[in-house]
């Protein structure tokens, strides 16, 4: 049986990585991560994919809103999205409406009316099949890996592609290339 969302356990002051409410002081453990979504880049955009669930076309913020998730086991307020992303308070808010309707995020809310986000999957990152094809022909064309090319000798690879694909292949270089 899950936990709901309001059974929060408290902790007592031995057990690792619970997240402490600033204002009480008291520490708390989060569900732990269950499933996986994968954060698939496409020359359109992204989409989060689940096994068994309908993609979602998410956009490239809410995006990194699911990886900044998922590397914070201990989940993060807005104010601390806010920040990693670089936008207002309201357009985080904004942007994770969508994520938590789709049950991609959950959240919690702590003592003194603050909310704290996370999500229960472990969130991995991949290329499409149609860029991932691409990444290889250009590999297996210049004999190394698509991250270590230089941009020039990208922009002269890639002239030939759509440029939907092109751009999204740029875009994945220049964000630093994921693992797939």
Do not use: C
Not at 60 to 86: F, N, V
């Amino acid at each position: 049986m899950e936990t709901p969302k309001s059974a929060i356990r408290l902790l007592s002051a031995s057990e690792s990585r619970p997240r402490v409410d600033a204002v009480s002081g008291i520490r708390l453990e989060l569900p732990r991560k269950t499933g996986i979504v994968s954060i698939v880049k496409t020359p359109k955009g992204f989409r989060a994919e689940a096994p068994g669930e309908t993609p979602l076309a998410i956009n490239e913020s809410q995006a990194r809103i699911l990886k900044d998730l998922g590397d914070a086991p201990e989940g993060l307020i807005a104010a601390e999205l806010s920040e990693r992303l670089g936008m207002t308070h309201s357009g985080v808010l904004f942007l994770l409406k969508p994520l938590q309707t789709a049950g991609l995020v959950e959240r919690a809310t702590l003592r003194g009316g603050g909310v704290l986000y996370y999500t229960k999957a472990r969130i991995t990152q991949k290329l499409s099949a149609e860029l991932a094809e691409v990444k290889a022909v250009l590999e297996k064309r210049r004999g190394k890996n698509l991250e270590d090319f230089e941009l020039r000798e990208l922009y002269e690879e890639t002239k030939d592609l759509a440029p939907n694909v092109r751009k999204a292949l740029v875009n994945w270089v220049l964000d630093g290339g994921w693992n797939n």
